[in-house]
């Protein structure tokens, strides 16, 4: 449930958006869904390459490196696509650089492939009008980032990394949920996702096994399926990791 400083953050975007002339709800979600995605992207992918550096492999491609090509006529230095780096910049360089390079980015990310993102992300738009809204957007989303990883930090699990991976996704359906209360339409679209303590209970109800496929054709924040793979995890580890390894020893 969002609640207190976060609460109130998410309700002072909403108002930054208003007050800087993008007023349809729907427009507003979706401007911050594409913000939330290229944070994420960024996120995930310095965590990975963090992963990668710690297990010693060395081996990681970042999406991000060298010189990055936009279009047939733009080519740029995939750094200033991050969040980390384009929210440091003056609004109106910041501006430019996410209407002209990080939106065309994220809409070709897998221009080659077919499925769903492509087929979602082929019409993404860039709205929001001035270089000074977009400044304050994108410090508002990192504030509420902030908090939200806070809420996660409460957690009194052993394992904090994994809890944090597990609740940020939590938290961050409760967020989007509560975006999505705010549009008028919300209330004929009912129940946008299931609380994490209903999700545990089902997943233990099924009982899910290492040769089961599992799918989720409804998945919104994907809480079924994280938490099936932390119940195979945590249950079924030993036949996991034989599993494993008896497909090494036939592939050799």
């Known amino acids: 449930m969002i609640a207190g400083e976060l609460k109130s953050k998410i309700d002072g975007l909403w108002e930054t958006f208003a007050t800087g002339g993008l007023t349809n709800p729907l427009n507003v979600i979706e ?33 991000f490196d060298g010189e990055v090509k936009i279009d047939d006529d733009l080519t740029v230095n995939g750094d200033e696509l991050r969040w980390s780096t384009f929210k440091d910049f003056a609004p109106e360089k910041m501006f430019t650089i996410v209407q002209t390079e990080v939106f065309p980015f994220i809409k070709n990310l897998k221009n080659n492939e077919e499925g769903s ?43 904090k990394e994994k809890a944090l991976i597990i609740n ?64 195979l995890q945590d249950k079924k580890k030993e036949e996991i990791f034989y599993n494993a390894v008896c497909k090494i020893k036939l592939e050799k």
Do not use: W
């Open 117 to 159: 993102y492509a087929h979602y992300m082929k019409d993404a738009t860039f709205l929001i009008p001035t270089p000074g809204l977009l400044s304050k957007v994108i410090g508002e989303l990192d504030d509420i980032y902030r908090l939200m990883d806070e809420e996660v930090q409460k957690d009194n699990s052993k394992n």
């Open 168 to 231: 940020r996704g939590d938290v961050r359906g409760d967020v989007y949920e509560y975006l999505l209360g705010k549009l008028s339409t919300a209330g004929r679209n009912g129940q946008f996702r299931t609380p994490r303590h209903i999700i545990k209970m089902i997943v233990e109800l099924m009982n899910p096994q290492v040769t089961d496929k599992i799918c989720d054709p409804a998945a919104g924040t994907a809480g079924f399926l994280v938490e099936s793979a932390e119940f």
């Open 31 to 63: 401007q911050i869904t594409y913000l939330m995605f290229i944070k994420d992207l960024d996120d995930s992918d310095n965590r990975r390459k963090k992963d990668n550096i710690l297990l010693g492999l060395n081996d990681y491609q970042s999406i």
